[in-house]
């Protein structure tokens, strides 16, 4: 982190949609994920990120889309860094608002990015647009209406999956470590406890763990860690509950980690997306 980075974050009311522009330089932000749906556009530099197993380069007025649970990193390889504008779409609201647009949208599906970073003007204006809307408090029906717009653009690379389809290659190892961890992510997990409840030894399980999801058990617990402690923060609780309610050792343990994912202390999160006094 430099002296010169910056975040500006908001929140909608109404849709509990995040809006977020921020600037970097060097290192933006260690590999995390997001329960949302992220939608963004470059709007100066060149950042560059890891998602889908894939370096991805974006530029000026590119789009970058990203589905709940994908796991990406973010840096700036010039000196000048970049700057983008980013949504983050509920996923309750946005499968919804979709499903409202898609006529033939099949029961029992989800819907996704087709890619991760496109060349599409439109949807970048219209991501801007929504943009604009939601962070500068625009009337409701104006808010509507760009989000409204948005989704019209978005259709254009949406496809739709199975919802909780899993790619069958996917060791059953660390499927079954990835539901432990969530069914017990408050509590003082061990290696040991993780690799009998799945019938394998702690190596066999993190080379597993690792291959099917990019981070190894003990880091992907911190991550769903930190994604529950941004869904207390953006609710007003203030950190040290937090930390304490979701197995950190302290405040200052959450606030270590939380920087390094999201770029912003937690109670710099809580307060820009509550503005709640620390």
């Not at 997001?34 to 939608?39: I, N, Q, R, T």
């Not at 990203?66 to 990193?73: M, Q, V, W």
């Not at 970048?124 to 029906?141: D, E, K, V, Y």
Request: aromatic share 10%; net charge negative.
């Amino acid at each position: 982190m430099t002296q010169n980075n910056w975040i500006d974050l908001a929140q909608d009311r109404d849709t509990g949609i995040e809006t977020l522009r921020a600037h970097f330089e060097g290192h933006a932000y260690d590999p995390h994920w997001h329960d949302s749906y992220l939608v963004g556009v470059t709007e100066q530099g060149v950042q560059q990120f890891h998602c889908r197993r894939q370096r991805h380069v974006g530029t000026s007025g590119q789009v970058f889309m990203l589905e709940p649970g994908e796991i990406h990193d973010g840096d700036a390889p010039s000196a000048d860094g970049f700057t983008y504008r980013m949504l983050y779409l509920d996923p309750h609201w946005i499968a919804r608002e979709l499903t409202s647009l898609f006529e033939q949208a099949p029961e029992g599906y989800q819907p996704g990015f087709a890619s991760t970073l496109i060349s599409d003007p439109g949807l970048a204006s219209a991501t801007m647009s929504a943009f604009a809307a939601l962070h500068g408090q625009a009337p409701r029906i104006v808010r509507q209406s760009a989000l409204d717009g948005l989704l019209e653009r978005l259709t254009r690379h949406v496809h739709w999956r199975l919802a909780h389809d899993h790619d069958p290659r996917m060791p059953g190892v660390a499927l079954r470590a990835r539901d432990y961890l969530h069914a017990h992510y408050q509590r003082d997990l061990g290696l040991d406890e993780l690799a009998l409840v799945c019938a394998v030894d702690r190596f066999r399980l993190t080379r597993a763990f690792k291959a099917a999801f990019g981070l190894p058990p003990h880091a992907y617990l911190v991550q769903l860690r930190l994604s529950m402690a941004r869904r207390l923060l953006a609710r007003g609780v203030v950190p040290a509950q937090v930390a304490g309610e979701l197995g950190f050792a302290d405040q200052s343990h959450l606030g270590r980690w939380f920087l390094r994912a999201y770029g912003l202390t937690p109670s710099s999160y809580r307060k820009q997306c509550t503005d709640l006094p620390d």
